[in-house]
């Protein structure tokens, strides 16, 4: 499986507007904020939900702190999809986020 450090992903989303992010985490948790123009997209949803998601795109998944969006990436990837873990999740995550 691929992953990432957020330093890193925070960076591409930087340096290019087409970066696709799903959060993974329950309401609660996203109310909290989320990276901004992420999709939410509870893990327990992703199955019902898979057609929300485009397969010609990559996306990064994010959670807390990186055990949610592991698993939602062997969901998506079992199903053909290019997907990569960030690893800490949102624990690590320093930028802004929106809410």
């Known amino acids: 499986m691929k992953s990432v450090k ?3 992903l925070e ?6 507007s087409d970066v696709n992010v799903i959060d993974v985490r329950e309401d609660d948790e996203v109310a909290q ?3 901004t123009g992420a999709k939410h997209i509870p893990l327990g949803e ?3 939900r898979i057609n929300e998601i485009d397969k010609n795109k990559h996306y990064y ?6 055990g949610r969006s592991s698993k939602a990436c062997e969901i998506l990837m079992n199903q053909g999809f ?4 960030v690893d800490g ?7 802004k986020v929106e809410k």
């Not at 960076?11 to 290019?16: A, F, G, L, S």
């Not at 998944?61 to 990186?66: A, H």
């Not at 290019?82 to 873990?85: E, F, G, K, L």
């Not at 999740?89 to 930028?95: D, I, R, S, V």
Request: with cysteine.
């Open 46 to 48: 992703i199955s019902d």
């Open 82 to 85: 290019d997907v990569t873990n």
């Open 89 to 95: 999740g949102m624990l690590a995550w320093t930028e």
């Open 6 to 8: 957020t330093n890193k």
């Open 11 to 16: 960076e591409r989303i930087k340096n290019k």
């Open 33 to 35: 904020g989320k990276i």
């Open 61 to 66: 998944m994010v959670c807390r702190s990186g």
